[in-house]
Structure formats: C-alpha cells, structure tokens
C-alpha cells in the first residue's frame, strides 16, 4: 500500500470504513473522469498506451526507440508522468515528438484528473489536435498505477531482467491488470538470475491468455513483434 496517496486502501481490511468510503467515492470520481478522457483521445483520433513499471525498467528508453522506428509512419504524442523534472518529457522531445510532462508532485501514479489536463496541453502541440498514437508513461512503481484507469485503450506492463522474475507474484494486481507484458533488458540475461520460465508461466497464471513479448531496447532484440503489436492496435 502506498503512504502518499492511500490506494488500493479499499483493500486492505485494517482500514477505517470512513477511510474506505473516501478512497471508493475519489475511484468512482477517477473512473468517471477516465471514460471522458477516453472519449477525448477518440476525438483526437488515437489509441493511448498506459505504460507502468518499477523505476528504471526502461519505460522511457523503450519509448525513445520506438518513436526512432514508427514517428514516419504514425503521428506519436507522449505523456509523460514523474513525481518531479522534466527529464524526460525533454528525452522524448530530442526525438522530434511532442511530449507533455506532468509532475505529481509526491504522488506515486497518475490519475484520469491529471491525465485530462495532459491531453488538453497535447492536443494544442499537434496540427489539428491529431494524433495515431498516445503513450502515457506512468510514474515508476509497480504498486499504486495499477488502481487508476486513465482513459487508456491498453495497458502495458513492463519488467525488466535485473528485477527478477519473481515480480509477478509479488505485484499480481499490477500485472492483472495488463492486456500486454512486455520483458525489457534481455540482453541482460546472461548476468542476471532471471527465469523467462518462471516469469512467463505466473503472469500467465494471473491474467490467462496475457501476451508476453521479451526485447532489449539496448539491441533491437524483439521489436519486431512490439511494433507489429502497435501497428496491429492501429488497424482496430
Ligand atoms: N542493458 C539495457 N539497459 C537498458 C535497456 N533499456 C533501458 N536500459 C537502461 O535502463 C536505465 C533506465 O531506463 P529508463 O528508460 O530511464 O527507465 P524508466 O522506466 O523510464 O525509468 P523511470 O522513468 O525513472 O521510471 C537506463 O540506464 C537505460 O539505459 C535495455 O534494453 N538493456
Ligand atoms: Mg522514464
């Protein structure tokens, strides 16, 4: 559970029921304000990616190679979210791709209210407020964005090789919660005690059916299948 902002505080059976109450009421406000954010990035022609992991699983660099491989083909914005800086709204920039930083200022994931302003500020950096495709990086944690629906289409959940593959049963809700896994950084494998077994068989477990492409951003190693993914999101 996360001390900044309480959620997923309606889990957890300790809690005071007025605590509960609140925490239900500002989700259902979330919920709302995510179905509305759906229907503005519809307007603004695209398919938004909600992309989450622990800090430093390559969230951020996966998105830098990606724009290198698709921003010909598709008009690409990006929102991204950080408790603070904008380091790498800047990255995301130095690719020629309009990219929108939001800092939470302490809290741990984004939520629909602040996605919303994002969308607002991204829509103006487009000609005719048009996109294909909008990524949303989540702020780095595996635990808190899992709770909050932002208005996206998929969910994208990323692990990286030096984390373990363990992950998946420590953090099931998060990786419940994904229509894709995606295991970054395996060019890693070698120097780390990392079971591609082990990882692909739990998540399997928690979300039957889950797609799991492996990739190193580092090689270009799978991204094959990743941008075939995208473009098959796009054709929809
Ligand atoms: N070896 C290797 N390193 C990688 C790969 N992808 C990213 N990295 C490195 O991992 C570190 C963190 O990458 P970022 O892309 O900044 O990670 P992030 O998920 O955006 O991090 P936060 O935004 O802080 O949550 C950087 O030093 C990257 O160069 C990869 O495929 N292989
Ligand atoms: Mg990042």
Not at 6 to 13: A, I, T
Not at 57 to 86: A, Q, W, Y
Not at 92 to 121: F, N, W, Y
Not at 198 to 203: L, N, R, W
Request: proline share 5%; charged share 25%.
């Amino acid at each position: 559970m996360c001390d900044t902002c309480g959620c997923q505080l309606h889990h957890h059976h300790h809690a005071d029921p007025k605590i509960v109450e609140v925490n239900q009421s500002l989700l259902a406000a979330n919920q709302k304000q995510a179905e509305s954010n759906r229907h503005h990035i519809e307007q603004m022609g695209a398919v938004a990616i909600n992309l989450i992991s622990s800090p430093g699983s390559g969230k951020t660099t996966l998105l830098e190679r990606t724009i290198e491989i698709l921003k010909d083909t598709f008009k690409i914005g990006v929102i991204e979210g950080d408790i603070e800086t904008e380091r790498d709204a800047d990255r995301i920039r130095a690719k020629g791709v309009p990219a929108v930083q939001l800092t939470t200022g302490g809290a741990c994931h984004l939520d629909a209210p602040i996605v919303h302003g994002g969308l607002h500020v991204l829509e103006h950096l487009a000609k005719g407020g048009k996109y294909d495709l909008i990524f949303i990086e989540n702020v780095g944690n595996l635990v808190c964005p899992a709770t909050f629906d932002l208005g996206e289409h998929q969910r994208v959940i990323l692990l990286s090789v030096p984390e373990g593959s363990d992950k998946p049963v420590k953090y099931p809700a998060t990786f419940r919660s994904a229509d894709l896994m995606l295991i970054t950084k395996t060019d890693l494998v070698p120097y780390f005690d990392f079971s591609m077994d082990e990882a692909t068989k739990e998540a399997g477990i928690l979300k039957p059916g889950l797609e799991i492409l492996p990739l190193s951003a580092t090689t270009g190693d799978g991204f094959e299948r990743w941008i075939a993914y995208l473009h098959g999101l796009l054709k929809r």
